[in-house]
């Protein structure tokens, strides 16, 4: 599966490092998400842009900036992060004119020490 | 507001025995219905849709799912199990009032005996 791509697939960093995950979508949508999945927990929206705009956050905090340059590319800037941040972060993309499906990436595993 | 119930964190099923997996959802308009699956470590892959047309939706793998809206229900069945079936199943719905946004149940995961 080819639809979306993220980099990279694993991610080791201390709490004072800074870092980026990158997300691409060569299904020509027009919609980019970012997730986090933790153990035991539900899934967590926490950005979503629509045409490269982003109209939802869903009260995360500042030390994860997205950043969405067209509509294609997705990044997610990561920056004093805490142990607790360590998770599954999954990028998806959709068609606005679909039925709600969205697409995702194989992921990237954070972990912070 | 829009919900989706999944019943079992975890169901464990025998090999070649049947698989059913609950989903329930609310909405208060006509919604479209989807079922997804992660394997360990890897993104989550869309198994099936449903969009208005048949209630019967056939998917990938051998899954299939019915949508009952006297029940709001749409349970993901498949007739007989493989070890290779083993993953985490997630349902979700969007629908017009959440401008076709996803809302996720909590996901089950689904063990498979030898």
């Known amino acids: 599966e080819t639809g979306v791509t993220q980099t990279p697939r694993h991610l080791v960093m201390g709490m004072t490092n800074k870092k980026s995950l990158k997300c691409e979508q060569h299904l020509g949508h027009n919609a980019m998400y970012w997730y986090k999945q933790s153990a035991k927990k539900p899934l967590e929206l926490m950005f979503v842009y629509n045409f490269k705009e982003q109209t939802e956050n869903n009260s995360v905090p500042s030390r994860f900036s997205p950043e969405c340059p067209n509509s294609s590319h997705l990044f997610l800037h990561l920056h004093t992060l805490q142990p607790e941040d360590s998770a599954l972060y999954l990028c998806a993309s959709r068609s606005l004119w679909g039925a709600g499906e969205q697409y995702f990436g194989p992921g990237t595993r954070l972990t912070v020490t | 507001a829009q919900s989706v119930t999944q019943l079992g964190s975890h169901v464990s099923v025998s090999e070649g025995a049947l698989v059913l997996l609950r989903c329930n959802y609310s909405?208060?308009?006509?919604?479209?219905l989807f079922w997804y699956v992660q394997y360990p470590n890897q993104g989550l892959q869309l198994l099936l849709k449903?969009?208005?047309?048949a209630t019967l939706v056939k998917g990938i793998n051998g899954f299939e799912a019915e949508f009952k809206k006297s029940e709001t229900s749409f349970h993901l069945t498949k007739p007989s199990a493989h070890m290779s079936d083993a993953a985490e199943y997630f349902c979700?719905?969007?629908?017009?009032?959440?401008?076709?946004?996803?809302?996720w149940g909590a996901g089950t995961k689904l063990i498979i005996k030898p």
């Open positions: 909405s208060s308009v006509p919604p479209y």
């Open positions: 979700a719905v969007s629908d017009e009032d959440s401008n076709y946004q996803l809302i």
């Open positions: 449903y969009t208005s047309a």
